[in-house]
């Protein structure tokens, strides 16, 4: 039995040329237009039980914004995402948004049409592989590359991070001599290098830098971690 599907993508010709496919294999196809973005309007206006949602870059902030509305207004329909080779941030952002499934964008009709079905019954349409990556991002996030906080920490040494916690702590050159059980003379030096590496000129600098950029939280768990 055919399904009643709405398709959409960022690029008209995309669209149109797999919803001709589509119909020509018996299935329903209300509506096909671009760009993606348009689709939870185009959604609600015509109930379809999937929607093909075709994007070039899903790991964009906001590339399931329309999606996450469509699963919020109209629940009982199933997205399915068409997108480029995978990077698993774009799965887990497409999953966590409400899409019952994703597909690459090459692959065979035959292959968007079990999407559909799948989807259509409520289960869950990504190939395993896929789906394990896209959960392991879930579960393990990679950092961002404008992430400051993480480039700064990634300048300091062990020792260093644990100096910058101290520091954040409000301890003395004696206490983190102390409590690292080295020399106040190396303490000092420590000190030193963690606001030279960082650039300010000043232990409140340094806390206030740490706060601001997350450093200290990631330091903190660094930290931890090595106990």
């Known amino acids: 039995m055919g399904v009643r599907l709405v398709v959409v993508d960022d690029h008209r010709l995309l669209a149109e040329a797999l919803a ?12 096909a237009a671009a760009p993606a973005a348009g689709a ?20 964009e902030p906001g590339a399931f914004d329309a999606v996450a509305r469509i699963k ?19 799965i887990a952002a497409a999953f966590a948004a409400g899409a019952s499934g994703y597909v690459r964008h090459d692959e065979r009709i035959e292959g ?14 990504i190939a ?11 579960l393990n996030p990679a950092r961002q590359p404008d992430d400051e ?16 916690v101290r520091v954040a702590e409000g301890e003395d050159t004696r206490l983190i001599a ?6 106040p003379s190396t ?22 830098l740490a706060a601001r950029t997350g450093l200290l939280d990631r330091a903190a768990e660094e930290t931890a971690g090595s106990v």
């Open 149 to 164: 906080g993480a480039r700064l920490l990634e300048m300091l040494t062990p020792r260093e991070v644990e100096v910058l």
């Open 72 to 90: 919020r207004e109209r629940p009982v329909v199933a997205v399915v995402v068409l997108g480029p080779v995978p990077d698993p941030r774009g």
């Open 40 to 59: 939870a309007e185009l959604v609600l206006s015509r109930s379809p039980e999937v929607c093909l949602f075709g994007t070039a870059a899903p790991a």
């Open 112 to 125: 968007v049409e079990r999407a559909m079905a799948k989807a259509r019954a409520g289960e869950v349409a």
């Open 20 to 31: 001709s496919a589509l119909k020509l294999r018996g299935h329903r196809v209300l509506a």
């Open 178 to 183: 102390a409590g690292m059980r080295i020399a």
């Open 128 to 138: 395993q592989p896929l789906l394990q990556g896209a959960f392991a991002e879930l």
């Open 187 to 208: 303490a000092r030096t420590h000190v030193q290098r963690v606001l030279m590496k960082l650039g300010v000129g000043s232990r409140l600098e340094a806390a206030a």
